[in-house]
């Protein structure tokens, strides 16, 4: 919750306003395009959003968008779903990614590091001769403008050779990262039908050799439509029959030919994390993910050429595609294969300082972890390369904010940032020039009309509403995957509000103007009418030192009740003892609401997650409901199955 202190956490100092990049945009944008040259961000915001091609406008000519055809208009269709942006125009996504080879030849465009945290650097040059070879292959086995190029790979150089090779012939890449098991896999390549597979033969992680070379047998055996798979020998294993390897594919020296494609053209399907069902498959667009991307790299991000960017992800999880587009900024940016918290819980802040990055970025639960592991990063790292945390996944509670704070630096730029994959951006978060308070995110993204709204579709500042947005962003998605009528993109985002997206998240928009995240609304915990947001009930029992984690459930009984159990997965060593129980309801009664004190608190051997690491509240609510554990949940979407038989048998007690 905010905390509602006037006082901020930090504030950028004039100097550093005065260099950001959004500064000098706004300055531009004011004697080319008439944006307010005073007012600073908020006046900024307002016009992106009243002035809308105005300002996308703007965008394209300040980060000089290479179109090869022009555009007839900036939105030919403002309606949503179906907003049509710059038709006419042609570009490719790719040759804007590489575009900084010209200038920093022989500068690092990546830096990979493994468990051994040696950062090893591959140059601008090197990075666009390996494209152009493979892009040139690519065309050679027939992938066309239009065809799915897939890959289970995890984060490492080849991963993003291959993606940009694959936007650079106009193919349509997508990905899954190697802790995904096959059935995982299948539910989303299956869907899009790839010509070609890019596969390792496994993976390291935890300091141990994962073989994966049993599942890419069963991928290839599961994908018909494949004409080639290539064979990444992360293990040091041969190609396996009729696999072609990577090395041979990537070894000439040829420039990149990019196809000129439609503006709308699609460049990567994303997936939802099918918890309930087969995952959505979201399609995004090669112009609408490079304008959206260079807005929040460029300018939320304040990301250039003399920046490292580092964000702990897999290529499961839209924050690798949202990465390898800071190369659109000509930023070095960083790719961490391993484990978040190996060999110990430090790990990740000791990549940041051997590859000097300047925005690092992370899961609000890993910082949570480091805090109640007791890491001591600025003790313990230099990380004076550091500029800004940022944060997402779920919401940085206010202990999150205080510890980097104090533990990091008490002049760092902390950013907690939401958005979504079915956008792959933020819808409010980082802006470089604006204070930071506790529990907040800092603003509302540029062009993004984020709103909290009321069932009737009213307005709210300063109370909890549904997040809306009430105009299009360019990298909404063009369509589903195998959705031909729309139905199921229509009814993802505006069956609730028609023309207007509804996300699904509880938000309170602030008096000044900043945002923030209470969880999920549709796992809201409605007690007598009080609406409360899950994440609201973890950030304060989680702060209890006896509390690994937690998950809340409210769930409407037939007889009209309401039964809200809290399940706690306790640290090692602690109880679930009376006196235990008491301080956890206790601490929700004084720090939130008496009438949110849970009906039980159970201890649990874990909870769930997505594979993107996200708490299933819903399917578990399902299973609490007496939905069978088939039905309640795609078990290919869970990163432990065997979490969710307690929670199936707890209902069949209780029932």
Not at 14 to 24: F, H, V
Not at 96 to 123: F, S, Y
Not at 309 to 331: A, C, K, P, Q
Not at 565 to 573: D, E, K, Q, R, T
């Amino acid at each position: 919750m905010s905390t509602d202190s006037p006082q901020p956490l930090w504030q950028p100092d004039p100097e550093r306003i005065a260099r950001a990049r959004i500064t000098r945009f706004q300055a531009w944008a004011a004697e080319h395009h008439g944006a307010p040259a005073e007012g600073g961000y908020a006046a900024l915001q307002r016009w992106s959003v009243d002035e809308l091609e105005t300002f996308w406008t703007a965008v394209t000519e300040w980060f000089d968008v290479r179109f090869s055809t022009p555009y007839a208009r900036v939105l030919g269709d403002r309606s949503m779903p179906g907003a049509a942006w710059f038709p006419g125009a042609t570009l490719n996504y790719a040759e804007h990614a590489l575009r900084a080879a010209d200038t920093r030849a022989d500068e690092p465009a990546l830096l990979h590091v493994d468990e051994t945290h040696e950062p090893r650097p591959v140059t601008w040059t090197e990075l666009r001769r390996q494209v152009g070879s493979l892009a040139a292959e690519l065309r050679a086995l027939g992938v066309r403008p239009g065809d799915r190029v897939s890959g289970y790979l995890p984060n490492i150089p080849q991963a993003v050779v291959a993606l940009l090779a694959t936007a650079a012939v106009g193919g349509v890449w997508t990905s899954c990262a190697p802790d995904f098991g096959a059935r995982s896999v299948l539910d989303r390549f299956q869907q899009v039908e790839p010509v070609v597979l890019f596969t390792v033969d496994g993976y390291r992680y935890g300091g141990k050799e994962h073989d994966r070379r049993e599942i890419v047998t069963e991928l290839r055996r599961e994908l018909p439509t494949l004409r080639a798979v290539v064979h990444i020998p992360l293990l040091g294993t041969d190609a396996p029959e009729g696999a072609l390897d990577w090395a041979a594919l990537t070894s000439s020296d040829t420039a990149p030919v990019f196809e000129q494609v439609p503006f709308d053209h699609p460049l990567w399907v994303l997936y939802s994390s099918g918890t309930t069902g087969l995952p959505k498959a979201i399609v995004q667009s090669q112009g609408g993910i490079l304008v959206e991307h260079l807005k929040q790299i460029g300018l939320h991000c304040d990301l250039g050429p003399e920046d490292r960017f580092f964000w702990y992800t897999s290529t499961g999880w839209m924050m690798w595609n949202f990465l390898v587009s800071g190369l659109l900024t000509g930023t070095t940016i960083v790719l961490y294969d391993g484990s978040p918290g190996y060999p110990d819980t430090g790990a990740q802040w000791r990549i940041a300082e051997r590859t000097k990055a300047t925005l690092y970025g992370t899961s609000a639960a890993y910082v949570m972890a480091c805090r109640k592991a007791g890491v001591h990063p600025s003790h313990d790292f230099d990380l004076s390369a550091v500029q800004c945390v940022a944060t997402t996944g779920s919401p940085l509670p206010p202990d999150g904010f205080r510890w980097l704070h104090d533990e990091v630096r008490d002049d760092l730029w902390i950013a907690s940032v939401s958005g979504g994959t079915d956008v792959c951006s933020c819808f409010a978060g980082a802006v470089p020039t604006l204070p930071v308070h506790v529990g907040e995110l800092q603003a509302p993204c540029l062009g993004t009309d984020l709103q909290s709204w009321d069932p009737n579709g009213n307005p709210l500042i300063d109370e909890v509403g549904e997040l809306v947005v009430t105009n299009p962003m360019p990298s909404m998605p063009i369509h589903f995957w195998n959705d031909p009528d729309g139905s199921r993109y229509h009814d993802s985002y505006f069956d609730t509000y028609p023309g207007v997206w509804r996300h699904g998240d509880w938000i309170t928009v602030t008096s000044r103007a900043s945002v923030v995240i209470h969880g999920r609304s549709d796992s809201t915990l409605n007690r007598q009418g009080v609406r409360m947001g899950s994440a609201d009930i973890y950030e304060a029992v989680e702060r209890l030192p006896e509390i690994r984690e937690s998950l809340v459930i409210g769930i409407e009984q037939p007889d009209g009740g309401y039964w809200m159990p809290l399940f706690v997965h306790l640290a090692p060593g602690a109880v679930l003892d009376e006196p235990l129980l008491n301080r956890i309801k206790q601490t929700i009664r004084e720090q939130l609401s008496p009438r949110h004190v849970p009906d039980e608190i159970i201890e649990v051997p874990g909870v769930p997650h997505t594979l993107t690491g996200k708490r299933i509240e819903v399917p578990v609510k399902r299973l609490l409901q007496g939905t069978p554990l088939e039905k309640a949940v795609n078990p290919g979407s869970i990163d432990n199955l065997d979490l969710l038989t307690f929670y199936e048998d707890l209902a069949r007690k209780r029932a």
